[in-house]
């Protein structure tokens, strides 16, 4: 069982940075492939980026490439997003979520979801 806790959200002018938290307890962190997801209000969960178990593999959804980076740190069981050059665009419910196979850009092959933090960027 692995519970995962997001913080970090916020309100922001477009332009400007965020990095969000997914704080994750217990055992075997870094077994778990780390994903992160937004969703808004009326629409489906979209993948945004995802790292593999040791940090050798990340993968980004091309909207936000060169904007965000995801990173993650298995001493302190933590997975963070930066997010850099916000655009109202990226207003959403950020979740985090842990996954030990399948696709990670697909919301169903994860295990355990965090309960997600408010991301609003204002024009």
């Known amino acids: 069982q692995v519970q995962l806790v997001e913080s970090g959200g916020g309100s922001v002018q477009a332009g400007g940075s965020l990095r969000l938290s997914c704080a994750a307890a217990?055992?075997?962190?870094?077994?778990?492939?780390m994903g992160w997801f937004r969703q808004t209000a009326g629409r489906e969960r979209e993948f945004v980026a995802a790292?593999?178990?040791?940090?050798?593999?990340?993968d980004y959804e091309d909207s936000v490439k060169g904007r965000f980076t995801i990173s993650r740190d298995n001493f302190k069981n933590t997975a963070y997003l930066r997010m850099n050059s916000l655009k109202p665009e990226d207003t959403a419910v950020y979740f985090c979520?842990?996954?030990?196979?399948?696709?990670?850009?697909?919301?169903?092959?994860?295990?355990?979801w965090g309960q997600g933090t408010q991301v609003t960027v204002s024009s």
């Open positions: 790292i593999s178990g040791h940090s050798t593999t990340t």
């Open positions: 217990g055992r075997t962190f870094s077994s778990y492939a």
């Open positions: 979520a842990a996954l030990r196979g399948g696709n990670w850009r697909y919301d169903s092959s994860y295990e355990y």
